[in-house]
């Protein structure tokens, strides 16, 4: 393996995090803030990009920073290496409700495409780059999947989703049209584009955006319930400055708030 070999622990339901093992001198690459906890003797160090050989040398580095910009992340990235002796662990925390979700890169061709914001951590030697969509369409009107994450290795990768999350193998010419905050990742066998729903009156009334995606087989996708976005508008909408109701319920709020009563 070119990817350092890692064991790992999921713990929890709806609020996961992932233990990660590692043996002496293993590495374990995760995004900025996502630490949990980590044993004594383990080194953290932040790093341009992902750390992975083609990135040597200082073009290679900012060229690699440079892509995690694009996608929205920042510039750095943090490596923790068992600089000790005998195995160590660090934990890795979901940033939002919802489940994380294992991938053995060597089992899926070595490609894996996913949501900007889907990476959480991954064993030394994954690459994480960028994968642009060569459609147009996609391009103008995807939205959250125009410019998506790539990652490239053997080994084992991390990402996090919303909701439940449902795995779906679809065969040769099988299509899946997906809302697009709901696609969570896809294998890179899977054809990928933006399409317009149709119909004024959809496009109008019909609450669900003016576009979704259409994935066609072979290869495997990955669906959240409940994407970020989603789930951050109604809690923006829901709050007492932009209309909302300060009430705990409907019935309860409304005999508070005829009472005279004062939240803070």
């Known amino acids: 393996m070119n990817n350092h070999e890692i064991d790992y622990k999921l713990h929890g339901d709806d609020m996961q995090f992932v233990e990660v093992e590692l043996d002496p001198n293993e590495t374990v690459i995760a995004e900025a803030g996502s630490l949990m906890m980590m044993d004594d003797q383990i080194q953290m160090e932040t790093i341009f990009g992902d ?10 580095k900012l060229l690699g920073a440079g892509k995690r910009v694009i996608t929205g992340e920042s510039l750095f990235m943090t490596t923790f ?47 994480v780059g960028v994968e642009f969509q060569r459609k147009v369409g996609a391009g103008f009107f995807g939205g959250e999947g125009f410019i998506m994450q790539k990652l490239e290795g053997d080994g084992m990768a991390f990402v996090h989703a919303g ?16 809302d697009t905050g709901c696609l969570v990742a896809m294998t890179g066998t899977v054809d ?8 004024i009156k959809t496009a109008l009334f019909g609450g669900e955006g003016l576009f979704f995606a259409t994935l066609r087989g072979p290869g495997t996708v990955w669906i959240q319930s409940l994407p970020f976005s989603r789930l951050a508008s109604r809690i923006f909408a829901a709050a007492p400055e932009r209309g909302g109701s300060k009430g705990e319920g409907s019935v309860a709020g409304g005999l508070f708030d005829l009472l005279g009563g004062d939240r803070k």
């Open 81 to 127: 290496t068992n600089e000790g002796v005998g195995k160590k662990h660090v934990s890795f925390a979901s940033p939002y409700p919802g489940k994380i979700i294992p991938m053995d890169l060597s089992e899926i061709d070595g490609k894996l495409i996913c949501q900007k914001d889907a990476f959480l951590a991954a064993a030394k030697g994954v690459a």
């Open 163 to 178: 909701g439940t999350i449902h795995k779906k193998v679809l065969g040769p010419g099988e299509t899946l049209k997906v």
């Open 192 to 199: 990928y584009n933006i399409e317009y729903i149709g119909g």
């Open 51 to 60: 750390g992975t050989q083609n990135q040597s040398g200082i073009m290679g």
